[in-house]
């Protein structure tokens, strides 16, 4: 095995492992230490599976539908992620630089960045999971 492919592998590893901790983390399965979680349970898992996605994608390779496919995931995942920050995060748990804007305008700054930035990973999701769908043109 050369070098290039061990990297690989151990980089997907390490993220399949670390994914499968949260998982098993977030659906309370595992209870290696009591800490107060900024997130519930199912939000932890979701960061679990992407970031086994992540590691399954590094494993796959150049395999263009499957990457697309499980892009398309992912990046569904993490938008799902920002609209739950921006919509049920705890204030105090959102920090950000704009601290003085936000206090002389009213608007919950990082609320606004945050549910943007899920409505683009959807756009982004979306344009991936098309980019699944549409025929090989090798035809393979």
Avoid: Q
Avoid at 69 to 97: E, H, Q, T, V
């Amino acid at each position: 095995m050369d070098k290039e492919t061990r990297k690989k592998y151990s980089i997907s590893i390490v993220c399949i492992l670390m994914g499968l901790f949260l998982f098993l983390d977030g659906s309370g399965l595992t209870h290696f230490d009591e800490y107060e979680k900024n997130a519930p349970g199912p939000i932890i898992v979701l960061v679990g599976v992407i970031f086994m996605i992540a590691g399954i994608m590094v494993l796959v390779g150049n395999k263009e539908k499957l990457n697309n496919l499980l892009a398309s995931i992912l990046i569904f995942l993490m938008g799902l992620i920002g609209g739950w920050i921006s919509l049920f995060g705890k204030s105090s748990n959102l920090s950000s630089n704009d601290m003085f804007i936000s206090f002389m305008t009213g608007l919950p700054l990082d609320r606004i960045m945050f549910g943007v930035g899920s409505v683009l990973c959807f756009i982004i999701s979306a344009f991936a999971f098309r980019s699944f769908l549409r025929p090989d043109p090798s035809g393979k």
